[in-house]
């Protein structure tokens, strides 16, 4: 299995900025799906943003036009730019690998004034 390590969680105001990156262990990182999943309290883990090998994206529709998913694979990292951050952003953010299932140890985005 691929080794997923985020980073880049924080606290940050409503309205605000936050750029999560998640770098993974294996050389072949290129040919895979990778996604970004959040989990709030007290609910389900759900799929905020993906991007294909191909560099197609898709979006859950709250965080459209807000969150901008992209792909380095010479670094083999993903990142996750949030902008116009909302309160009900918060939660644990998960990097994630579709191919094997593969998960990372997650990092907090807390959204507050």
């Known amino acids: 299995q691929v080794r997923l390590v985020e980073s880049g969680g924080g606290l940050v105001q409503p309205g605000g900025s936050l750029r999560l990156s998640c770098t993974a262990s294996?050389?072949?990182?290129?040919?895979?799906?990778m996604g970004w999943f959040r989990q709030a309290p007290g609910k389900q883990r759900e799929l905020v943003a993906s991007?294909?090998?191909?560099?197609?994206?898709n979006y859950m529709s709250s965080v459209k036009g807000r969150f901008t998913i992209t792909r380095d694979n010479a670094k083999n990292t993903v990142d996750l730019q949030m902008n116009n951050l909302k309160p009900e952003d918060t939660a644990v953010y998960y990097c994630?690998?579709?191919?094997?299932?593969?998960w990372g140890q997650g990092t907090q985005v807390t959204v507050s004034s």
């Open positions: 994630h690998c579709f191919s094997d299932s593969s």
């Open positions: 294996r050389s072949d990182f290129s040919y895979r799906t």
């Open positions: 991007i294909t090998w191909t560099d197609t994206t």
